[in-house]
């Protein structure tokens, strides 16, 4: 594969034109918050908003690595609160803190090989593979290990719970420094490594992709367990942070949308094959400083929902007229 | 003759006292001749799998396991969908009692009517639908509103030496209780201009969601005096974002509950200070006994509805805290 690709004229500026009408949209709430909130510009609510955007920033690694293969995973939610219950009951149970991580990995790796086992092999469609896949994690974990529960509280006292809601260095919360890395390491798999290129390939074009030889299947496999992965670590920040491990969070919350829509407002389209980390930060951006104005503005949570559904439409509206299909890209397999 | 009759008597108290050991060994409730056995009773709780609903069925059942009654329990998962279909389920079944946990003052108003007119007699526990019915056993959420909010003037107002600013974070903006406590706890704050209620959003009964609220809140108004959370599962992330901050002394954190072990380890933990504790399973006694009194026909004299008020329990932290105000499940 060539590493130039090559591209009509005038074509990249075009895709990049959301994510640039984001972040302009993202300076100027951030200008408009400053002068018209208390307390907005300020370096602790920085604090505050790099904290709560800890999770979802993480859970939006795994999500636009999936995405830029063409894929969806509507499952992270659940394998994040599948994972973070594995590990939290192991430790409640007196398992030493190593062995506890070892596990959970495991079993979100294999979490993650299962949705690649359906999408790859099975072929299953990756919205319907990974939507029956959440499914089955919740009703397993729910009635396994939790035996029907819907909540595990964890105590702040326990050394591992208080070293992921604790800090790294003054200022420099776990949760954040946790955050950084797992950008890094997305960035890392999508731009230095040779998966990263055939991750391309397969969401520009998987017909030609798989035709050309390219490992096709095994890549879905790394980018399944590598969102598994990201799914647990997320878990791990957001239950220790709230000391609590709540499948709520699957059944009735919005985190699933959020992630989603950080991802698509950061300019990565669903129909895959573009984007990277430059996109997730941009989405991200403006999801948690819109959530964090509006929660200083004091908005019902409705309200907030309706707004973020707003901005999403109009992101989708918006990337569907800049980016047009064409013979190219509307092919087999969008969704 | 007489060492007979003496020996029939020996044997007789000692077969007595076997049988007397053995059923307190079993541990088996004693079953109650009564008419109402066979009965029908049908339960739909907004969800299974939390202290709270656990801590009622448990009651309700030993209930039923004395009268002879059957109770079916129908989990609705926290999923509001599922709860009317369950509910209109459990209506063309035609139970003698359906006990109904409402999410909303609104959601199963009409199904409640429905239910009553079919002659079946409706027990609303603990959240209070807009639409009456037979009976009601709960929390009188307008007292804890007002109580928890009377708390908060004293602790926060006039000649506190505090800020007077509160954070109030509901569980849902329409749910029964949040609806009450609020309208309530507003009522109190207007008589005192120096109580600011700074935020007033719903968590969606999530600890994360409550943390991150409570962060912010925080962070934007570091003064703050009080947290008023209605549920106390939801306000353990409340609590824990005002112990991460390093808060936990100058900030007081409120709330309500079934007021099981976990309350009471929340309060040891620094995490809420003071807990206004409905007693889930005083509650779920009260329902049961309920339940029975209805199918024996109990019924008020003018057709309004029965209504037990649970007592009120305050878990607080301090010299005062008493973990024995806490059950266990």
């Known amino acids: 594969m060539s590493d130039v690709a090559i591209r009509p004229v005038g074509r990249s500026r075009r895709e990049n034109l959301l994510e640039r009408v984001v972040a302009a949209v993202t300076v100027v709430l951030i200008v408009v918050f400053s002068i018209s909130i208390e307390g907005f510009a300020t370096l602790g609510n920085l604090k505050v908003i790099l904290s709560n955007a800890a999770a979802i920033a993480v859970l939006s690694c795994g999500m636009a690595v999936v995405v830029v293969t063409r894929g969806l995973d509507l499952s992270l939610v659940a394998q994040m609160v599948s994972g973070a219950l594995t590990f939290s009951i192991l430790v409640a149970n007196g398992t030493p803190a190593s062995i506890a991580i070892l596990i959970a990995i495991t079993t979100m790796a294999l979490i993650g090989m299962l949705n690649a086992w359906m999408i790859a092999y099975v072929e299953i469609p990756a919205m319907l593979a990974t939507l029956a896949s959440a499914m089955f994690v919740t009703g397993l974990f729910r009635f396994a290990v939790l035996q029907g529960g819907f909540l595990l509280l964890l105590p702040k006292t326990d050394p591992t719970v208080a070293f992921f809601a604790g800090e790294v260095g003054p200022g420099l919360p776990v949760s954040v420094a946790l955050m950084v890395a797992t950008l890094a390491a997305t960035w890392f798999l999508l731009n230095a490594t040779a998966r990263g290129r055939v991750i391309y390939a397969m969401g520009d074009n998987f017909q030609s992709a798989r035709l050309t030889g390219l490992p096709v299947r095994t890549t879905t496999i790394v980018v399944y367990v590598f969102a598994a992965l990201t799914a647990l670590l997320a878990g791990l920040i957001t239950s220790s942070a709230s000391g609590a491990v709540d499948f709520r969070t699957v059944t009735n919350g919005t985190l699933l949308f959020d992630v989603i829509l950080v991802v698509v407002l950061g300019g990565i389209p669903l129909r895959g094959g573009r984007g990277g980390l430059r996109n997730i930060v941009v989405g991200l951006a403006l999801i948690v400083v819109l959530r964090n104005g509006m929660t200083l503005i004091d908005f019902t949570t409705q309200t907030q929902d309706m707004l973020k559904g707003l901005v999403l439409i109009v992101a989708i509206v918006t990337d569907n007229y800049l980016n047009p299909r064409d013979t190219e890209t509307d092919t087999v397999g969008d969704l | ?329």
């Open chain 2, 1 to 329: 003759m007489t060492e007979k009759v003496f020996t029939r008597f020996r044997m007789a108290t000692t077969a007595m006292l076997v049988g007397a050991c053995a059923a307190l060994g079993t541990n088996a409730p004693a079953h109650a001749d009564s008419n109402i056995a066979g009965k029908k009773v049908i339960f739909v709780p907004i969800a299974m799998g939390i202290s709270l609903t656990e801590g009622w069925v448990r009651r309700m059942k030993q209930h039923a396991d004395i009268y002879g009654y059957t109770l079916d329990v129908r989990d609705a998962a926290f999923n509001t969908g599922a709860m009317t279909e369950l509910l209109a389920k459990a209506i063309s079944e035609k139970p003698d009692v359906l006990v109904v946990h409402n999410p909303t003052v609104q959601l199963l108003a009409r199904q409640i009517k429905q239910a009553e007119s079919e002659g079946i007699k409706v027990l609303q526990i603990n959240l209070q639908s807009n639409q009456p019915s037979t009976a009601f056993v709960g929390a009188n959420w307008e007292r804890i509103g007002r109580e928890i909010a009377g708390d908060i003037v004293k602790e926060c107002g006039a000649g506190s030496g505090k800020s007077g600013k509160v954070a109030i974070v509901p569980g849902q903006l329409t749910a029964a209780d949040s609806v009450i406590m609020n309208e309530a706890a507003f009522k109190v704050f207007k008589e005192h201009p120096e109580i600011e209620v700074v935020s007033n959003q719903a968590s969606d009964w999530e600890p994360e969601k409550a943390r991150q609220i409570t962060a912010t809140v925080l962070q934007q108004h570091p003064d703050l005096c009080a947290i008023f959370g209605h549920w106390d599962v939801h306000t353990m992330g409340a609590g824990n974002a005002v112990k991460d901050a390093g808060k936990a002394d100058s900030v007081l954190v409120y709330s309500t509950g079934g007021g099981d072990s976990v309350a009471c380890k929340a309060v040891e933990d620094g995490i809420q200070d003071r807990i206004w504790s409905y007693d889930a399973d005083g509650q779920g006694r009260d329902a049961g006994t309920m339940i029975d009194l209805l199918l024996q026909g109990a019924r008020s004299a003018d057709g309004s509805m029965l209504i037990v008020e649970s007592p009120l329990k305050i878990v607080k932290a301090g010299p005062e805290y008493d973990p024995s105000l806490c059950w266990k499940m």
